[in-house]
């Protein structure tokens, strides 16, 4: 398997109750942000390898992120729920790309 041309990616989540974070990938440098509960100054910045966008690669195919839909609510199951959480997620793999966000609700790993 050869390493992606093309990478990136991006996970935000908010909690209500506890801060959010922000880990995010350009290329070979990933970076994570954190604020209340999330906020840890040791983890910052570091360079992945092309062995770790290999491993990532092989990851988000696993989990089908391609196939995600946009847009995740609980309400889509019949719950609703007052707080918690919201996030959003992005990736780009060579060609492939998959933008979603939810609150509350999450993809299945059969979706």
């Known amino acids: ?23 995010q990938l350009d290329g070979h440098e990933l970076t994570y942000k954190g604020t209340d509960d999330f906020d ?22 696993l989990l089908n992120v391609w ?8 309400e889509d199951v019949g719950c609703y729920v007052d707080d918690g959480t919201s996030w959003d997620f992005a990736a780009t793999l060579d060609s492939k790309t998959c933008r979603a966000a939810g609150v509350n609700a999450y993809p299945a790993l059969d979706s």
């Open 1 to 23: 398997m050869t390493t992606p041309d093309l990478c990136s990616f991006r996970l935000e989540e908010d909690y209500v109750l506890g801060g959010r974070f922000v880990l």
């Open 40 to 61: 840890d100054p040791s983890i910052t910045t570091t360079t992945v390898t092309d062995s770790h966008l290999l491993e990532l690669s092989a990851l988000l195919d």
């Open 67 to 74: 196939d995600w839909r946009n847009n995740y609510r609980s």
